[in-house]
Nanobody, 121 residues
Framework: QVQLVESGGGLVQPGGSLRLSCAAS????????MAWYRQAPGKQRELAAE???????NYADSVKGRFTISRDNRKNTVFLQMNSLQPEDTAVYYC???????????????WGQGTQVTVTS
């Protein structure tokens, strides 16, 4: 079984920063990508940022220049550094990993339980 455990959410004032972490554990052969999605109340879940196995990154337009995604491959951990946070960044942030559990297995999506980020004055 594969588990994704997130940490780092919380309450912050506008203009503040938070750093989210997501550690993957279990039987993992290789990663295709790791990502952070977010879901605000009443809205669909959307991609915030992703890092692909080769190291390239993609960001939603709304977070470009403010958020930075990074990985520690030795620890199977992905981070999301969020700066200049605004009230519209308030959401539950979910860690996502697309990975293979063994060379025989297909690439499969796994999700963390989510961590709340609230930006308010």
């Amino acid at each position: 079984q594969v588990q994704l455990v997130e940490s780092g959410g919380g309450l912050v004032q506008p203009g503040g920063s938070l750093r989210l972490s997501c550690a993957a554990s279990g039987s993992i052969f290789s990663f295709n990508a790791m990502a952070w999605y977010r879901q605000a109340p009443g809205k669909q879940r959307e991609l915030a940022a992703e890092v692909i196995s080769a190291g390239s990154t993609n960001y939603a337009d709304s977070v470009k220049g403010r958020f930075t995604i990074s990985r520690d491959n030795r620890k199977n951990t992905v981070f999301l550094q969020m700066n200049s946070l605004q009230p519209e960044d308030t959401a539950v942030y979910y860690c996502n990993a697309r990975l293979q559990r063994s060379w025989r297995d297909p690439i499969t999506n796994y999700w963390g339980q989510g961590t709340q980020v609230t930006v308010t004055s």
